[in-house]
T-cell receptor, first 114, second 112 residues
């Protein structure tokens, strides 16, 4: 158990809908990262938050947004869903964001858009 | 930008065979290097890491050495087990950003 909790584990929804994925980082970790894993794109970095503020953005679509709340949990909002958004979405957390600190991953949310 | 390239998979081995999974990287500055493993239906787990040139990371019989001159971080294990069957990801992290940049992953299947 990494200590990072993601809910829900599975989500099936229709095209055009909106979903929210939730991540609770390990106790004490200030940084939260979101990744998308798909068969064709591999593991793609989406966005990072550090202590409530956006720190870095990767290949995140405009239809997607995220935030980190004062209690440090984070949510990833996906809207106007398309079939191609079906993927495994991972959250990771770390104490800080220096290069040699370990990032711990949750078990992921599997999103299926039908 | 930063990138990681892993050897093409999948890799299929018999139990007790020697394993090498190649990984090379491109990065600005001096990255830290990681190997993560993903077992079926699970998230990624850190397998080992190295934070500077010539460091050797090791865990559970796996080893990798940070080679700055060849920009490589190849994963090796002397004798694989069926339980090592998983997807292995090489990754880097640079001081300027906390995010991890991953390779495409290598599927390893070990047969009895």
């Amino acid at each position: 158990d990494s200590g990072v909790t993601q809910t829900p584990k599975h989500l099936i929804t229709a095209t055009g809908q909106r979903v929210t994925l939730r991540c609770s980082p390990r106790s004490g970790d200030l940084s939260v990262y979101w990744y998308q894993q798909s068969l064709d794109q591999g593991l793609q970095f989406l966005i990072q938050y550090y202590n409530g503020e956006e720190r870095a953005k990767g290949n995140i679509l405009e239809r997607f947004s995220a935030q980190q709340f004062p209690d440090l949990h984070s949510e990833l909002n996906l809207s106007s869903l398309e079939l191609g958004d079906s993927a495994l979405y991972f959250c990771a957390s770390s104490v800080g964001d220096s290069a040699n600190t370990e990032a711990f991953f949750g078990q992921g949310t599997r999103l299926t858009v039908v | 930008g930063d990138s990681v390239t892993q050897m093409e998979g999948p890799v299929t081995l018999s139990e007790e065979a020697f394993l090498t999974i190649n990984c090379t990287y491109t990065a600005t500055g001096y990255p830290s290097l990681f190997w993560y493993v993903q077992y079926p239906g699970e998230g990624l787990q850190l397998l080992l890491k190295a934070t500077k040139a010539d460091d050797k990371g090791s865990n559970k019989g796996f080893e990798a050495t940070y080679r700055k001159e060849t920009t490589s971080f190849h994963l090796e294990k002397g004798s694989v087990q069926v339980s090592d069957s998983a997807v292995y990801f090489c990754a880097l992290r640079t001081p300027s950003y906390g995010k991890l940049t991953f390779g495409q992953g290598t599927i390893l299947t070990v047969h009895p």
